[in-house]
């Protein structure tokens, strides 16, 4: 790799900042000054310092957000505000993008992060990846919901779902539920219950797999996941 796109992605700079910092002779590499922005180097084997400041390399980022609704899952938008425009300078260097969709008015667990593979594995449907929501739905869920959702559901553009596990909290005039699907279909949720005559109110996401959305995150807030969370994530999509 060359050390001015090293340096450029770890923050020091742009391209032309960072080639200010080499000219300067600011930047070591293996004790010795470097000069050229082209110079390669190993980022696993050569250490590298700017100002006398250890440079600590990484390639990817993790980050788990509890998404508020009043976010949209994208990278850009030229009217609202997306989940990328809240993190931190530091974050935003990496080029993170979140994993999959959820929409503006869902709020929970989003993973954002600069590792393609992963995401792509993520929401593939052959991974069968669940994903658990907690909802409100307008309308007394039941055991006979329960079972069609077992089953899959038609939507209303005549796709039918893949089976989901429905789990009844409270039944009421408004019911309580989770619902773990391994699919992401456009609205899916909001179209399942409705296929079944009920609408939801509220819809948080909670969980992928078993990686819970951490209850010490405030709504907007998130935080980088620890590599046991990582190291789950990657033996999930078999990408240890």
Do not use: C, W
Not at 117 to 132: N, R
Not at 233 to 238: F, K, Y
């Amino acid at each position: 790799m060359r050390i001015d796109k090293l340096l450029a992605n770890m923050g020091y700079g742009t391209r032309k900042e960072v080639k200010g910092l080499l000219k300067g002779g600011n930047v070591r590499v293996n004790g010795q000054p470097e000069k050229s922005p082209k110079t390669h180097i190993d980022p696993e084997k050569d250490s590298v310092t700017v100002m006398g400041e250890e440079v600590d390399y990484r390639e990817f980022i993790y980050l788990m957000m509890n998404k508020p609704g009043d976010l949209i899952s994208a990278t850009e938008d030229a009217h609202d505000t997306t989940v990328i425009d809240i993190l931190q300078p530091e974050d935003l260097v990496f080029e993170p993008f979140p994993v999959g969709r959820l929409d503006k008015d869902t709020e929970g667990l989003l993973l954002i992060t600069n590792d393609g593979k992963l995401a792509h594995k993520l929401t593939s449907p052959k991974k069968d990846v669940g994903k658990t929501y907690y909802a409100v739905i307008q309308g007394k869920v039941t055991e006979e919901d329960v079972s069609l959702f077992t089953k899959g559901v038609t939507l209303d553009d005549g796709y039918k779902t893949k089976p989901a596990e429905l789990e009844i909290l409270s039944s009421d005039e408004q019911s309580e539920i989770e619902l773990t699907i391994t699919e992401g279909k456009f609205h899916q949720v909001k179209r399942m219950f409705e296929a079944v005559g009920k609408k939801v109110l509220y819809l948080q996401r909670i969980r992928m797999g078993d990686l819970e959305l951490d209850p010490d995150l405030d709504l907007g807030e998130y935080r980088e996941l620890t590599d046991e969370e990582i190291d789950y994530l990657l033996s999930i999509t078999n990408l240890e």
